[in-house]
């Protein structure tokens, strides 16, 4: 068997990557459409307690999306919903109707051991995100509860019950690289939200993400605009800075450094303490710390059942040895003198902040 490009965009991808970009209004347009077609004959289910995975990129957010996606009641976006992101419901039912695929699972592009087919869960909400708040209109990428923005919540909430709808779910699961900056506003749309944030002790954290970086710097120019359209910009030469506050925006070089990765690691992870231990949202948020989960999986995704008040059985019970299969193994030691001793204190302080969140996790 012919060994399988890494780095291949399927066509289906190739097409929504191309009509999105010529047509960005087209989406919106067929979205609200959708709505306004499936309101004519049934009401649209109430979105209720939906579950946010949101940290630094590389920090386990696949892999638990991967266990809860499993369970019933989930409905997640997957890798085939990327053509027709803007009507989950349309999509989703010609979809149905069509020949399932036996596609054998590919090791993902990140080259990570992730084996994934097209109906594999995936991150598929940014470029929702991304229509109606552009990076360029923003001096920062934190949104909090005194932001507002009518026009999306009305889209966001209503795509929300279109993919339960779609699916026959009564929970929604998202995962987001960037919902960890959002969890405000998110938690003002959906008081009832909860928020898991997985994180990973930063050296090891660090390690892994100049690891990808350099991976992504090798990727083909179609295949880096492939994953820009689907809203990822945390890898590869075109990459974009997190921007904690107004003023304080950080370049991201073509190749960055451990120095660059580590200010990433702290602005996202010091956010987000300070969101669980100075808010009203403490019983939201609730950390998931990867080498924790490497040691006893199941006894970690036993807590995130409690926390996200998941019924017993066995469904929960085969999510929990997957997670510990998935988990086990997996973590990797960072490699020594990766920081310059000009950079000391800057790592003993994630050291720090890795150990208060830590004490503050399920």
Known sequence: MAAIDPWRVPWPDRFGAFWMRTWPDLGPWLAGLETRAIAASESLPAVKAPVFIGGLARSGSTILLEQL????????HRYADFPM???PYWWGRLLDRL?????????????DRILVTRESPEAFEEPLWEHFFPASGRATDVLDANCSNPGFEVCFRD????????????????KGNYNSLRIGYLAKLFPDARFLVPIRSPLAHVASLMRQ???YQSAPSATLQQIAARGHHEFGPAKRALRARAGHALIAPARA???YWLQQWLLVYRHVLTLK??????????FVPYEAMA?????????????LSLTPGSALDQAMVAAAAAFSGSERQAPANMFAPAHQALVDEADSLFSDCCNVAI
């Open 69 to 76: 996606a499993r369970l019933p009641g989930f409905a997640s």
């Open 85 to 87: 992101l803007w009507t």
């Open 99 to 111: 020949p399932k695929s036996n596609a054998i699972p590919v090791e993902r592009a990140h080259r």
């Open 159 to 174: 795509h929300m019950a279109k993919l339960l709808l779609a699916r026959g779910a009564t929970r929604y699961l998202s």
């Open 213 to 215: 970086d350099d991976l």
């Open 257 to 259: 450094d451990s120095h």
């Open 277 to 286: 231990t100075t808010s009203a949202l403490n019983k939201q948020i609730e």
């Open 295 to 307: 040691a006893a999986p199941q006894a970690g995704f036993a807590r995130i059942a409690a926390f």
